[in-house]
């Protein structure tokens, strides 16, 4: 398929997605999933007009993915509850640590003793497809800055950081395979990959974020407007961070998830935003003050408030686009029965055990562990991991393998998740 053919396809399903949108939120299936439909049948499995080989084409798809997760991650940190709640977050933190770590671990030993891989190859599966997924997964996550929904967000909060907590693990199955440096004993791992990356990543997006709060404050004081400025000092700081994290070895999801945290915290903090009946803080509406205390000065826009509809718009454009080239991405052949197997195995049994195991005595209800357990959407994170891996020198069968695998679990959690997010939802809210 030409790159006009692609255009003109990509132009009729975001003109079908924007007039539709209504009509598309009471459908049964998620936006993904028609997206998918629309892959597949014009991919290798049906019609064959377009397709993409993974090995060949992983550094492109690195980026695009790579891309696609960044303006997700921050849209996900600048909708985080403010303040910042030990209490709150503390689930999220164990899913995104601990429960990862678990679902790596019982991917693994399935990946070595049912498909008799290598232990280092276990590993790196494990790591590829344990991180939930913060772009396609919108359903279940946070739908605007502050809400304060106990699932969406423990969702959300896992999503932002996972995608930077599984690289460490990535790293360990490299390694393992010979591709990567652990060191003596894997001291190495421990002290550079695990911890130094992580807590330098995080310290330097909360730096990153609060100072451009500080800085969009002093601005804000002499004029107010800066509507289109705040997209480009949204894409500015996710740019920076990710930069700087690079620079300095450190995982740089992780920061510009914590920078976008960070952003939405401080700025709250500095306009005196009001707290809501949960002690929550709120940004002031703007708009319609004017009209009724004409004699008082407009309040600051916040950088991340007003930025974060054209990331969400962003977010949306890279769903569509990723989500096509996975239907190209396959063929009839991935559709065996290790791929089945390790995809039921990790939506049924390892995600679930994880998540329980992780919250156990969390002070969490059932039903939420129960629903977390669940909504552990794969996607665009996944792919973005394996042609990371693909491209450091994963050895072409071995590559040929994990992609078949990792193609065909996305798919499978785009079709059991869509299908069931909302009503399982509805239940959940509904009771």
């Given amino acids: 398929m030409s790159i006009t053919a692609w255009f003109i396809l990509i132009g009729c399903l975001m003109l079908a997605r924007g007039l539709a949108a209504t009509s598309i939120a009471r459908l049964p299936f998620t936006s993904a999933m028609a997206y998918l439909g629309v892959g597949l049948l014009l991919g290798p499995m049906f019609l064959g007009l377009f397709s993409i080989d993974l090995i060949k084409q992983a550094p492109l798809l690195e980026t695009l993915t790579e891309i696609a997760v960044l303006i997700s991650l921050f849209s996900a940190g600048v909708k985080m509850p403010v303040p910042?709640?030990?209490?709150?977050?503390?689930?999220?933190?164990?899913?995104?640590?601990?429960?990862?770590?678990?679902s790596v671990a019982l991917v693994a030993a399935f990946c070595t003793l049912v498909l008799g891989l290598p232990l280092g190859a276990g590993v790196l599966l494990g790591a590829i497809l344990a991180p939930t997924d913060p772009v396609l997964a919108t359903d279940v996550q946070v739908r605007r800055a502050g809400d304060s929904d106990h699932l969406r967000f423990t969702l959300t909060c896992e999503a932002g950081m996972n995608d930077g907590t599984g690289f460490p693990f990535v790293m360990l199955g490299l390694g393992l395979l010979g591709l990567h440096e652990l060191g003596d004993h894997g001291i190495r791992w421990v002290w550079h990959d695990l911890l130094w990356a992580s807590a330098a990543a995080i310290a330097l997006g909360i730096a990153g974020g609060a100072l451009l709060a500080w800085l969009g404050w002093q601005l804000r004081g002499k004029d107010p407007k800066h509507e289109v400025l705040d997209d480009l000092a949204g894409l500015g700081l996710i740019a920076l961070v990710y930069g700087l994290a690079d620079w300095l070895q450190a995982w740089g999801f992780l920061a510009v998830f914590f920078a976008g945290v960070a952003l939405r915290?401080?700025?709250?903090?500095?306009?005196?935003?009001?707290?809501?009946?949960?002690?929550?803080?709120?940004?002031?509406?703007?708009?319609?003050?004017?009209?009724?205390?004409?004699a008082e000065p407009e309040a600051p826009l916040t950088v991340s408030g007003e930025a974060l509809v054209f990331k969400e718009h962003l977010e949306r454009l890279s769903e569509l686009t990723l989500v096509l080239l996975l239907g190209g991405a396959i063929s009839a052949v991935a559709w065996n029965w290790r791929s089945w197997a390790t995809g039921l195995f990790l939506l049924l049994v390892a995600r679930p055990c994880s998540v329980m195991l992780g919250l156990l005595a969390s002070g969490t209800s059932l039903r939420l562990r129960g629903l977390a357990a669940w909504f552990g959407v794969r996607g665009i994170g996944s792919v973005y991991y394996l042609c990371y891996a693909i491209h450091h020198g994963l050895p072409p069968a071995l590559a040929r393998e994990l992609s078949n695998i990792t193609i065909v679990v996305v798919m499978l959690s785009i079709i059991m998740h869509g299908l069931s997010v909302k009503p399982l939802l509805d239940r959940y809210w509904h009771p």
């Fill in 84 to 102: 910042f709640s030990l209490a709150r977050w503390l689930p999220s933190l164990r899913l995104a640590w601990l429960s990862m770590a678990l």
């Fill in 265 to 294: 915290q401080t700025e709250l903090v500095l306009t005196g935003a009001r707290k809501d009946r949960q002690g929550l803080l709120q940004a002031e509406e703007v708009h319609a003050s004017s009209a009724t205390r004409p």
